[in-house]
């Protein structure tokens, strides 16, 4: 795809000297700070176009039957991979697709279908104590709502963000590893934390892309700015990566 030069623009607010400094401690370059060159909103909205242009209705990869199950998954895929997520919750979601369902099964037999996941004997606890309360305060329902998210068990922001984007169409931004990663390397929103990095991106995602940004990012990061060896060169916004050491 051909890549479009950015020329224009005026200076981000949101991207000051002061964040290059926080870039540089997260990602060890060899960057001076005073070198870091600021994203303009010209270049945002390039990086995001190109993201659209070539995966115009991203998805995430957690497989799930309705919001509930959405929110389970989330929930035990903390410190896990979605692939192995995915693995036991195609066994589990037949047989408890609810909140009642769920709680029928009870902890010990939901222990047995999530035994391949990390943590499961926690998370097995947290998703029977999530799905009575979802009974108990919600009417069984997922609420739409950051703050009844994150008073469930083992429901903490990230998996609030999740929930809202995918099953209510918010436009939120969950930072995982990976988009933590891609926030730094990239320049786009350093920060020392997954929340610095969210807020960050908050603020310098035009509203035309938020619904599907942390999608964009997150894929981005999985698949294309991998831990190890980022594939740069096949990199759609290589161009404008600000990491020190990309290999283009
Ligand atoms: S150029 Fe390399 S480091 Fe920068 S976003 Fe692309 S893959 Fe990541």
């Not at 609810?98 to 990390?118: A, D, F, N, Q, S």
Request: aromatic share 6%; glycine share 6%.
């Amino acid at each position: 795809m051909a890549k479009k030069a950015i020329t224009s623009g005026s200076k981000s607010k949101a991207s000051p000297a002061g964040p290059a400094k926080r870039v540089l401690k997260a990602t060890k370059p060899k960057l001076k700070p005073g070198k870091f060159k600021p994203w303009i909103p010209a270049e945002v909205v390039e990086v995001f176009t190109r993201f659209r242009n070539a995966n115009p209705e991203p998805k995430g990869e957690l497989e799930h039957l309705n919001p509930y199950t959405l929110l389970v998954a989330v929930a035990l895929s903390a410190q896990a991979t979605d692939v192995g997520v995915n693995r036991a919750t195609r066994h589990l979601f037949p047989v408890a697709d609810t909140p009642e369902k769920m709680v029928e099964l009870g902890e010990e037999r939901l222990r047995e279908y999530i035994k391949t996941i990390g943590l499961y004997r926690t998370k097995a606890k947290n998703v029977i104590a999530l799905s009575e309360q979802l009974i108990a305060l919600h009417g069984s329902q997922v609420p739409r709502d950051r703050a009844a998210l994150e008073a469930l068990p083992g429901v903490g922001r990230k998996t609030a963000n999740v929930v809202l984007n995918i099953a209510f169409g918010e436009p939120t931004i969950a930072v995982d590893t990976h988009l933590f990663r891609v926030g730094n390397r990239t320049g786009l929103a350093p920060g020392k934390t997954p929340l610095e990095v969210e807020l960050g991106l908050l603020k310098i995602v035009p509203p035309e892309f938020a619904r599907h940004a942390h999608h964009w990012l997150i894929l981005h990061g999985r698949y294309t700015c991998i831990a190890r060896k980022p594939r740069c060169e096949v990199c759609i916004i290589n161009d404008l990566c600000r990491w020190p050491e990309k290999t283009v």
